[in-house]
């Protein structure tokens, strides 16, 4: 594992990561606080042409583009092909990190921050790798004998958690948000989820025929989706605001009484952060089924349900299930309550923080800074 001594103070900052938004959101939140707490210069190292280019641009985050690609569900030519472009992946890194010198590396999640994490190895600076899920992804599996240490959800010993934007957390949410104009955001994250794209608006055409319930419906539908997720809502008689992709999702959580959506940590950790009750509908064919672990964890602990992907063409069914929540206020905040006590959300800059506090050599049997 690499033992290079991790800075209590830095003046720069590199984080890799991305492909999906369960990626490169916190790689966002991270260097956003970075810059805004701690006045640190900040890289985001990324796919060139992929989602986490985007919105550093957007944000005015300075991109360096390491030219890579993913083995997972691939043909072995095509791996062979993949893995042939970690060398040079790992020169162009040396080259980035030789260029701006930070003093840490963080590494988000997706095949892309292999070749950085390899490099920051080779030079002698610090890597963390965020591991949001409760099973650890193949990339960071691959990389942990290389990095200072692993950033889990929970644990005694720190750092713990996962890294969020907005700000400090919002109070608990309050009985107003559960009653009136109740406000369903349906969530199918950053590249959208055909199956909820396509029975979730037939759910709630059922619900709204059998319900006098006054409801705003606000769904993401991934880039991708967008276009025939309205034009559904628009056939079935529904208003509804449908989103491409929003990086702010996180502060529409906010502010509605009931979420359906996938099970990504990321996704999980915004919701509960929030303090809004949550149909989960985990992917299926996730690596290691862990959304559906993240989802059961949150079931069991009261703070939302599960619907399985298959299970979204029972309209019917699944139209009395909301039913019977939306008419209960005192359930929905209740439900609401749980998901906020058992967040794995932080504030960025304070997870940030907890990992600098530390201060001393890391010990091999990973990232142990206190909160």
């Known amino acids: 594992m690499n033992s ?15 492909g999906t938004g369960g990626h490169v959101i916190p790689a966002l939140n991270i260097l956003e606080a970075a810059r805004r707490e701690l006045g640190a210069a900040i890289v985001y190292i990324g796919t060139p042409g992929n989602l986490e280019e985007r919105l550093a641009l957007e944000k005015g985050i300075p991109f360096a583009g ?33 260029d701006v010198r930070p003093d840490l590396l963080v590494g988000t999640g ?48 720190g750092p713990t958690g996962i890294p969020l934007g907005g700000g400090p957390r919002p109070d608990r949410p309050g009985r107003e948000r559960f009653q009136g104009l109740l406000t369903i955001l349906v969530a199918g994250g950053s590249q959208g989820a055909r ?34 997720t309205r034009e559904l809502y628009k056939n079935l008689g529904i208003e509804a605001d449908v989103l491409g992709f929003d990086p702010s999702l996180s502060a529409r959580y906010r502010s509605c009484a009931l979420t359906i959506a996938r099970a990504g940590a990321m996704t999980v950790a915004e919701i509960t952060y929030a303090g809004t009750p949550a149909f989960y509908v985990p992917y299926p064919l996730a690596i290691g089924d862990h959304q559906r672990i993240n989802a059961e964890s949150v079931h069991r602990a009261g ?69």
């Open 110 to 157: 997706g095949y892309v921050q292999v070749p950085s994490i390899l490099a920051a190895a080779l030079m002698g600076i610090p890597a963390f790798l965020l591991e949001p899920n409760g099973v650890t992804g193949w990339a960071n599996r691959l990389l942990k004998p290389f990095a200072a240490g692993v950033v889990l959800p929970y644990g005694d010993r």
């Open 195 to 228: 199956q909820i794209n396509r029975e979730v608006p037939k759910i709630l055409k059922a619900l709204l025929e059998k319900e006098t319930l006054p409801l705003k419906i606000v769904h993401q539908a991934g880039a991708s989706g967008e276009r025939e």
């Open 4 to 18: 290079a001594r991790l800075p209590r103070k830095i003046s720069c900052l590199a984080v890799t990561g991305g």
């Open 66 to 98: 390491i030219p890579t690609s993913g083995f997972m569900g691939k043909n072995l030519r095509a791996k062979l092909s993949a893995a042939a472009r970690v060398l040079p992946g790992v020169s162009e890194s040396l080259r980035v990190l030789k």
């Open 303 to 371: 703070g939302g349900w599960v619907w399985s992907d298959a299970s979204l063409t029972e309209t019917s069914a699944r139209a009395k299930e909301l039913s019977a929540v939306l008419r209960e206020p005192d359930r929905l905040r209740e439900a609401g309550d749980r998901a906020w006590d058992l967040s794995p959300g932080r504030p960025a800059g304070e997870w940030l923080l907890s990992l600098l506090d530390r201060g001393e050599r890391v010990k091999k049997d990973g990232a142990t800074v206190s909160k």
